[in-house]
């Protein structure tokens, strides 16, 4: 079964300061792996993917999450923190075939302090 | 583009009533539609796969006579939660595949804003 975990409910970082949201999946042959943000009562807003290639990848709003295939993880990075990243992170897996459905994991919630 | 929108945004009702909730997407076509439940600080849960057409596909513990979804259209599918309880209080967000699979700024999937339900 397709599984994704993000173990830090929460993450706080000084604004400036690098941030890292983690995120490891299970699943069965090649992942489709994302990355989306929501912030209070919205929709979930599209970061970056990656379907093959490059295992750094990069999205919107400076993020980029990099792909490792021996640790099965898919960790969501930004060089230097804003306030405004303060929203809720969710990682998404879906298999490469079938039905286009995406299992999320629990979501992070990030904290940036001024 | 690609944008999803979601009405109402906000239902408060009473238990016993039922409230209908529609996803549009403005402008593009949407083959595929997928409804999903959160919970206070929790993950999204699939609820249901909705394709055009035809009847829709639901997660296993969902009841299908409860959540009641329409795709009568490319660009509308309905939520319809029959017979609401408190415990049906929730947000409810949809989202909608690009159709043929197609990428719109290298996403493929995109999610309306949410409807909160309240059930007195």
């Known amino acids: 079964a397709q599984s994704v975990a993000q173990p830090e409910d929460q993450v706080n970082v000084a604004e400036g300061n690098p941030l890292t949201v983690k995120c490891t999946y299970s699943?069965?042959?090649?992942?489709?792996l994302f990355w989306y943000v929501q912030y209070p009562n919205r929709g979930l807003q599209f970061l970056l993917k990656y379907i093959t290639g490059d295992n750094l990848v990069k999205g919107s709003y400076g993020f980029e999450a990099e792909f490792n295939k021996s640790q099965t993880s898919f960790h969501l990075k930004k060089p230097s923190a804003l306030v405004s990243d303060s929203a809720l992170y969710f990682c998404a897996v879906r298999s490469p075939s079938g039905t286009y459905k995406y299992i999320f994991g629990t979501g992070t919630r990030l904290k940036v302090l001024a | 583009g690609a944008v999803v929108s979601q009405h109402p945004s906000w239902v408060i009702c009473k238990s016993g009533t039922s409230v209908k909730i529609e996803c549009r997407s403005l402008d593009f076509q949407a083959t595929t539609m997928f409804w999903y439940r959160q919970f206070p600080k929790q993950s999204l849960m699939l609820m249901a796969t909705?394709?055009?057409?035809?009847?829709?596909?639901?997660e296993q513990g969902v009841e299908k006579d409860k959540f009641l979804i329409n795709h009568a259209s490319l660009t509308l599918s309905t939520l319809t939660v029959t017979s609401a309880h408190p415990e049906d209080s929730s947000f409810y967000i949809c989202s909608a595949r690009v159709l043929a699979g197609g990428i719109v700024g290298d996403n493929e999937q995109f999610f309306g804003p949410g409807t909160r339900l309240t059930v007195l």
């Open positions: 699943v069965s042959g090649n992942p489709y």
């Open positions: 909705s394709n055009e057409g035809s009847k829709a596909t639901y």
